[in-house]
């Protein structure tokens, strides 16, 4: 928290359901929303795998209007645009997004687009200068999630999208975001038998992005009592969970402490016109705007480092992580960057900058530059105020 103890928490998350087998209510679910026809909105694995699609289907019924599985992990305008058409050839009034964040985030961003009656080319215009999309007034269709891996990206406000000049939208290449209260799923289903059917590895490499929303929404300058109290509970649960999964074949029963930890540690993070976010999440962005690269396997490797910068130059709630990630108040610096190097051992993640492919040395201060100028770097922890020297000696001490 801040120096002070006063606080505004304002959060309006929809309707949280966890369970094995939870989805068999998606109808009743709907029912409650005042929706009638469901367009689920998948990547191609995720929509074409029955053990996946199937217990969703059958949990919308009667409601389900089609399924739009070409979802990417680009996360593009033009999908959106086929997922509108989609939307618009079913009569569908709700969007239930299946799968990992890109999903989630082309199901925004088709919610948004079926708002908003402009011409593409004006949406595109948009996009192309200002890098977001502006949400119209009045009501946008519901989205309900159905997430299937652990990077956290369920109870937000927010959506990443990208152009490219062949699709006619825009001049160059443009990678931006949309950010809008109506876009906070109005249900969502933590189902630990879908989360199952995952392949370890994805499931691994989503789970480090996951674990570091936990950490940083400690130390962030808008902490509150209320996502302190989430995200110790949430990283306590995911700590021992996922050192747990590594010794275990992935199951319903593994999953269980995982998928709350993800549910806790999410409550609160993207709450209006602000985030807790931070200088992690600011260096995976930097990180990965050009590499293909998982941002969960890139956090697996710069967070250590990032912490260790970190309380270098300020407390960073020190005690607060200590107790969430060793149970241990008075716990160094040191025993919790180890804690947090465990947990991505633990999930086989590279722990090198030189063995993935990403930015070379030479890269280096241009990758510091594009870290400072991350919008989530506005939410770094009171008393630090990097430079870009030295967000290149962390990227040095990563490599």
């Given at each position: ?18 369970g ?27 929509g ?8 969703v289907?059958d ?53 948004v ?16 200068e ?8 009045g ?11 652990l ?6 406000t ?13 001049e ?46 400690i ?6 009592p ?30 269980e ?42 956090h ?13 130059n ?22 919790i960057?180890?804690s947090?190097?465990?947990?991505r ?5 590279p722990s ?20 400072l100028?991350?919008?989530f ?10 430079t ?12």
């Amino acid at each position: 928290m801040s120096q002070s103890d006063r606080f505004r928490f304002e959060y309006n998350p929809g309707v949280l359901q966890y369970g094995a087998g939870c989805v068999d209510s998606l109808s009743a679910e709907l029912e409650r929303l005042g929706s009638e026809r469901a367009l689920v909105v998948s990547g191609s694995t995720v929509g074409t795998t029955p053990a996946v699609i199937d217990p969703v289907t059958d949990g919308l019924g009667p409601k389900l209007a089609g399924v739009f599985a070409e979802t990417t992990p680009e996360k593009r305008l033009q999908t959106a645009y086929d997922g509108l058409e989609a939307m618009e050839e079913t009569d569908a009034d709700v969007l239930v997004s299946l799968g990992g964040g890109s999903s989630l985030d082309v199901a925004k961003v088709i919610s948004v687009l079926a708002a908003d009656d402009r011409d593409p080319q004006a949406v595109g215009a948009e996009f192309g200068e200002t890098g977001t999309i502006s949400v119209p007034s009045g009501s946008v269709p519901p989205i309900v999630v159905v997430p299937t891996t652990l990077a956290g990206a369920d109870l937000s406000t927010v959506a990443g999208v990208t152009a490219s000049p062949e699709s006619g939208l825009v001049e160059r290449p443009v990678s931006g975001g949309i950010s809008d209260p109506r876009l906070m799923p109005r249900a969502t289903f933590y189902d630990p038998v879908l989360f199952a059917t995952t392949p370890k590895q994805i499931l691994a490499a989503s789970a480090m992005n996951g674990f570091d929303k936990g950490i940083e929404t400690i130390y962030a300058r808008n902490a509150t009592p209320i996502t302190d109290a989430t995200a110790v509970r949430g990283l306590k649960l995911l700590e021992g969970g996922l050192r747990q999964l590594s010794e275990q074949s992935v199951s319903e029963e593994a999953l269980e402490p995982v998928a709350q930890g993800l549910l806790l540690v999410q409550y609160g993070i993207s709450r209006p016109g602000e985030t807790t976010l931070s200088i992690i999440h600011a260096f995976g962005h930097a990180l990965t705007r050009s590499s293909a690269v998982q941002q969960g396997a890139m956090h697996g490797i710069i967070a250590p480092h990032v912490l260790s910068y970190l309380f270098e130059n300020v407390a960073g709630r020190r005690e607060l992580l200590a107790e969430a990630l060793c149970s241990d108040v008075s716990a160094s610096a040191e025993y919790i960057v180890a804690s947090v190097e465990r947990v991505r051992d633990a999930l086989s993640l590279p722990s090198r900058l030189r063995d993935v492919d990403g930015p070379d040395p030479a890269a280096f201060p241009d990758v510091a530059e594009s870290v400072l100028a991350d919008p989530f770097m506005a939410n770094a922890p009171s008393g630090l105020d990097p430079t870009s020297e030295e967000i290149a000696d962390v990227l040095r001490d990563a490599y």
